[in-house]
């Protein structure tokens, strides 16, 4: 059995910072990918940005310059840096990791407000 644990997310003002972290639990290949998403009121939940265990990495244009996903392989863990945070990156943030089968975290509140 495979569980996330995120943390990270908050209020923050326009222009802000945030770092979300999302460790790993269970039997996990070693080749995986690691992502989050994200879910605002009405909206389809989609994708901000995934990594793979080698590093590679992808991300939704409208994050690209702002956001940074990365990993520790080690601790089975993903982090997404956000930066020059916009209210409309207001959603509920899900950690996913794609190994043995495809798992989410329970969600973490983002929201950006002044």
């Known amino acids: 059995q495979v569980q996330l644990v995120e943390s990270g997310g908050g209020l923050v003002q326009p222009g802000g910072s945030l770092r979300l972290s999302c460790a790993a639990s269970?039997?996990?290949?070693?080749?995986?990918?690691m992502g989050w998403h994200r879910q605002a009121p009405g909206k389809q939940r989609e994708l901000v940005a995934f990594?793979?265990?080698?590093?590679?990495?992808n991300y939704a244009d409208s994050v690209k310059g702002r956001f940074t996903i990365s990993r520790d392989n080690a601790k089975n863990t993903v982090y997404l840096q956000m930066n020059s945070l916009k209210p409309e990156d207001t959603s509920v943030y899900y950690c996913?990791?794609?190994?043995?089968?495809?798992?989410w975290g329970q969600g973490t509140q983002v929201t950006v407000s002044s």
């Open positions: 996913n990791l794609i190994t043995n089968g495809n798992y």
């Open positions: 269970g039997s996990i290949f070693r080749f995986n990918v």
């Open positions: 990594i793979t265990s080698s590093g590679s990495t």
